[in-house]
Each structure stands twice: as structure tokens, then as C-alpha cells.
């Protein structure tokens, strides 16, 4: 890239300023803090001393002793960057006016412009192409993400969640489970175990919502996702464990949508009970889009079943230190930040791996990418 291509520093934080604000990299927090750091180093004009080794200490507070040739985290975490960064300049950034990408082969982003100026924004939109009788393909992403198996396949970037191994695999059913089974055994007192249930026809709505839901709760660190299959809604099996949750998709006729409840499976108490128009779920595309709102409104910890179990005086230990954390994180007071490290200190080494910040000095310049 030539210096005469490259917009003021002004241009280029307004650029990296609304990557970091968008819907789309709001749940990945490791990936915007990658990013953020990238681009400050290339503005502060130290981009060329941008290696594996830096990043994985600085950003991913790994030990001074972290050999990036030997441990892929951070080529992994680049090539997820660099496929959600397409994802937003074919959707929700398709009008800005500087594009910013991450070359393969290098960690120093570079800049180019997508349109002269905001007149000429209208015309920069491609032409959208008839859909085709039968195509199933998601018309709103690029070819490479277009069909349903590839969108649930990048929903590991769409959500965030700290690895628990160097790699991921793209195998998402089979993930799906192990990642249940791994959870039910290690934190069966600690996290709510989510049950997803739908009704059939395997091909109905109902069942496409809850399958991306179930998809999506298996890349949640708040809850543990058990394994599940769309059904035909019979009745729960009994248990005493007081955080189990069933959340039921069924799908309406009149008037035509979803009703999506969550209850506790112990006290049969309904904390959810929503009905979605079926004129929000015309596509795929849309049935993703709201399956996806939902996670992300049940399953934080200001959520729903947080919420209940908060007020039902039922939450563990290691729950409240997740709100407790995340009210820092997202607060920045004294306060907050005594209460956070003060809960974390009496957690488990397993259990603050769970976490998604957890208070070190070398973490701390983190916090303040929200």
C-alpha cells in the first residue's frame, strides 16, 4: 500500500470506530480487541513490529514464555478476523467509505476506499440479483457463506467465546454435543443446562429456530448447552437440579409465527413467554437473525435466566461472578471493579477459565474496549 492510499488517522479511527460499535462484532470481544490493537499499532507507525508474540502477550495475555510458531492462537484468531471483517463490509458496512482488512501474511492492516464520497453511497450498493425459485442460499452474504451448513459453520465468530483449544472444529453438530457433554460433566453445579425442543416437521420453522438456538447456546461460556433434537414436545424428564431450563420453540398457524417459552424444569415457572410474527421469519436468513437476538437477550448475564436465578436465589457461585464481572467490564467504577476482583480470586483456575475478562495486569488495558 502506498502512502498516497492510506486516509488520515481521523478517517481511519472513524472506520475502526464503527467495525467495534456494529451488531456484528458486539459479541466478540477478543476479536475487536485484536483488531483495535492492530490498527493503533499501524497509526502510532510501529505496525512493522507487529508479530505473533506481541499479539499473543498483549492481547491474549498469554506468558512471556508463549512461542507463536508452535501455538497457531493467534493465526487462528487472524483468520477469523479477517472472514468476520468480510462479513461486515458485505452487510452492515457496505456503505462505509474506508475498508479496512488484515492481508494474509502480515498483521498490519491495511486501507482502502470503498466510495468517493456519501453522494455517491447509493450507487457503491451491488445490484441485487433475483432470487431463484427453490434457492435456499443466503443472498445477504458473500458466495463462500451463502448456504445454511456455512452460516451456522461461522457462528463461533458471530458469538464470542474464549477457545477452549487452539482450533475449532467445523464440525458444529459434533461440537454441539461435545461441547454439552464436556460442560454437563465439569459444571453441572455451576451453570443452567439449556434444553432446546421444537416440534415437528424437521423442515418447519420452529425446528430451523431451534436448531440455530441450540447451535448458538453451545458457543455461550454462561450456560452449559445439553444436547438436544427437534421432538415432539413431550413433557420434561423429572429433575432436582434447580438450574435446568427447557426453552419450547412451536410454531403457530393463527396468528402465523413462533411462541418461544423458557421455563425451569424444576418449579415449572415461565420466565419467557414471547410470540415472534411469522412476517419476521420470511427467510433463513431472518429465522438466524432472530434466533440469534434471542441468545444474545436470554443468555447474557443481564438475560433472562440469569435474572431468574438471580431473584430465585438460585444462581451458584460462579454465576454471580460473571455478573459481578461483567458489570465492571461494561461500568469501568471502583466499585465494580473490587467487587469483580474480589469474587475472582475465589474462584476455581477451572472456573475462571469460564470467564471472559478476568482481572490480571496484563488483561487490564482490555477492559477498555467495550
Known amino acids: 500500500m502506498q502512502n498516497c492510499d492510506r486516509p488520515d488517522d481521523h478517517a481511519i479511527r472513524q472506520s475502526l470506530n464503527s467495525i467495534l460499535s456494529s451488531a456484528l462484532f458486539s459479541r466478540s470481544e477478543r476479536l475487536r480487541a485484536f483488531l483495535k490493537y492492530v490498527v493503533d499499532k499501524e497509526i502510532e507507525g510501529t505496525g512493522h513490529q507487529l508479530k505473533g508474540y506481541t499479539i499473543g502477550i498483549d492481547v491474549f495475555d498469554r506468558p512471556q514464555a508463549f512461542n507463536a510458531d508452535s501455538d497457531p492462537l493467534v493465526r487462528v484468531h487472524a483468520g477469523k478476523l479477517r472472514k468476520l471483517l468480510a462479513t461486515y463490509y458485505a452487510t452492515e458496512g457496505a456503505l462505509d467509505e474506508w475498508r479496512i482488512d488484515i492481508p494474509k501474511g502480515t498483521y498490519v492492516p491495511e486501507y482502502r476506499r470503498q466510495r468517493v464520497s456519501p453522494d455517491t453511497a447509493t450507487s457503491a450498493r451491488p445490484p441485487v440479483q433475483p432470487r431463484r425459485a427453490g434457492n435456499r442460499r443466503f443472498s445477504w452474504l458473500p458466495a463462500p457463506l451463502s448456504s445454511p451448513l456455512a452460516v451456522l459453520s461461522v457462528l463461533p465468530l458471530l458469538i464470542f467465546v474464549p477457545l477452549t483449544s487452539t482450533a475449532m472444529s467445523v464440525n458444529i453438530p459434533a461440537q454441539t454435543r461435545l461441547h454439552g457433554a464436556v460442560l454437563e460433566r465439569r459444571f453441572a453445579d455451576d ?172 488483561a487490564l488495558p482490555l477492559t477498555l474496549i467495550r
Not at 429456530?209 to 441450540?214: I, K
Not at 413467554?273 to 448475564?301: H, P, Q
Not at 461500568?331 to 477459565?353: D, G
Request: glycine share 4%.
Open 191 to 362: 451453570l443452567p443446562k439449556i434444553t432446546v425442543r421444537a416440534q415437528w416437521p424437521r423442515t418447519g420453522k420452529a425446528a430451523q429456530f431451534a436448531d440455530a438456538l441450540r447451535t448458538a447456546s453451545s458457543h455461550y461460556p454462561t450456560v452449559a448447552a445439553m444436547p438436544g433434537k427437534v421432538s415432539r414436545l413431550q413433557a420434561s424428564p423429572t429433575t432436582t437440579y434447580p438450574l435446568a431450563f427447557t426453552i419450547s420453540v412451536v410454531e403457530q398457524e393463527s396468528p402465523a409465527g413462533l411462541r418461544v417459552l423458557i421455563s425451569n424444569d424444576v418449579s415449572s415457572d415461565t420466565l419467557y413467554d414471547r410470540f415472534i410474527d411469522g412476517s419476521k421469519l420470511a427467510s433463513e436468513a431472518d429465522v438466524l437473525y432472530e434466533s440469534l437476538s434471542f441468545a444474545t437477550k436470554i443468555l447474557s448475564t443481564d438475560g433472562d435466566i440469569f435474572r431468574y436465578a438471580s431473584e430465585a436465589d438460585i444462581d451458584s457461585p460462579l454465576m454471580k461472578c460473571m455478573t459481578m464481572t461483567d458489570a465492571y467490564r461494561y461500568q469501568q467504577t471502583r466499585e465494580t471493579f473490587q467487587k469483580a476482583k474480589t469474587c475472582q480470586e475465589k474462584l476455581s483456575v477451572e472456573h475462571r477459565q469460564k470467564l471472559k475478562f478476568v482481572i490480571s495486569a496484563g
